[in-house]
C-alpha cells in the first residue's frame, strides 16, 4: 500500500478498486506468462537425464578424487606444446593485427569507404568464431597436429588484438 505525507506525518493511503485491479490482473498474467515458459522448458526436457545426472556427477566426482600420478611424468611434452600453440599463435596474430588496426583506425586508413568496413569486417569475422570452430576447420584441411592449432590460435587473436590496437590508434 502507498504512504502518503498529511502534515508531515506519514499515513497509509489505499488503492482504489481500480488501482488494485489493475495489480492484480498484473499479476495474474506475470503468474500465466511463467506457468506457460514452465510448461514450454518441461515438454522440451528429457527428464531421465535431469534425474540421472547427480549418479554421473558421483561417478566423475570418485574417479577423479584422489588424482593419478604415476602419468604426471607424460604430461611435460604435452603442456609444452600447449604453450608453444598459445605463444605462437599470439605472436602470429599480433603480426597480422598491426596493419590491420592501422587499416581500421580512422585517422589513419587510406579509405573510409573501401578498406576501413574490410579491416573491420576482418576483425570481427575472426572474433565471432571460436578458436575451437577454427581448430576443427584446420585439422580437417591441415591435418591434426600442432601447426593447426597454431593457425586457430592466431586466426582467433587477430581480432582482438586488432579492436585493441585501432582504438588505442583512434
Known sequence: MPVIEQSGVQVWKRRTPGESLVRWFGWLIGVAV???CWQQ????TTWFFVW???RIAGDIWTRATPPRWE???RLGRPIWDTLNIATL????ALCLAVPVAFLAARNTTPSRFII???ALLIIVSTRSIN????ALLLIAIIGPGVFAGVIAIAIRSIGFCAK???????
Do not use: K
Open 34 to 36: 511463467f506457468l506457460f
Open 41 to 44: 522448458i518441461s515438454e522440451a
Open 116 to 118: 576501413r568496413p574490410i
Open 71 to 73: 602419468y604426471i611424468t
Open 89 to 92: 599463435g599470439t605472436l602470429i
Open 131 to 134: 578458436s575451437l570452430i577454427w
Open 52 to 54: 540421472d545426472a547427480p
Open 164 to 170: 585493441l590496437l585501432y582504438e588505442a590508434i583512434e
